[in-house]
């Protein structure tokens, strides 16, 4: 998608720090940090949000969540951590490329609404 802004980053169009990536996935630190880590994960194929998935490409979604313990380990989060993935406008999503927020690093707090 020529005109999505994880997909320009992805490209390299727009600069990003690099967390971690594959051949299916992008990791890279929230310009707006909500929490002393983080991270948003993203599919290099564009989907639009979890509305997006389906059988043909629940492999990469299934793949973003075998590594995200490893991108937390690397980050040192043993402690434990949060991910929270945004839909559509109630759930406040604003880049329409679906994302995994990796969170933690303190102690978050228990409010998820
Ligand atoms: P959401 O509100 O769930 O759609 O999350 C979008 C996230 O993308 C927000 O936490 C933003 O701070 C983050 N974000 C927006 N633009 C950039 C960017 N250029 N680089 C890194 N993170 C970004
Ligand atoms: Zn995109």
Redesign the pocket.
């Known amino acids: 998608m020529s005109d999505c802004?994880?997909c320009k980053?992805i490209n390299g169009d727009?600069?990003?720090?690099k967390a971690y990536e594959d051949e299916k996935c992008y990791a890279?630190?929230?310009?707006?940090?909500?929490a002393p880590v983080?991270v948003?994960v993203i599919p290099k194929i564009h989907l639009s949000s979890v509305n997006d998935i389906c059988e043909e490409n629940a492999n990469v979604v299934a793949h973003i969540f075998s590594v995200i313990p490893k991108i937390a380990k690397e980050l040192n989060l043993e402690n434990g951590y949060r991910v929270?993935?945004?839909i559509g406008e109630d759930?406040?999503?604003?880049?329409?490329h679906l994302?995994f927020?990796i969170l933690g690093g303190k102690n978050l707090t228990e409010f998820m609404a």
Do not use: A, E, W
């Not at 727009?14 to 720090?17: E, L, V």
């Open positions: 802004l994880f980053i727009i600069p990003s720090n890279f630190h929230d310009i707006n940090p909500q983080h948003l929270v993935t945004n759930g406040r999503q604003s880049v329409k994302h927020h």
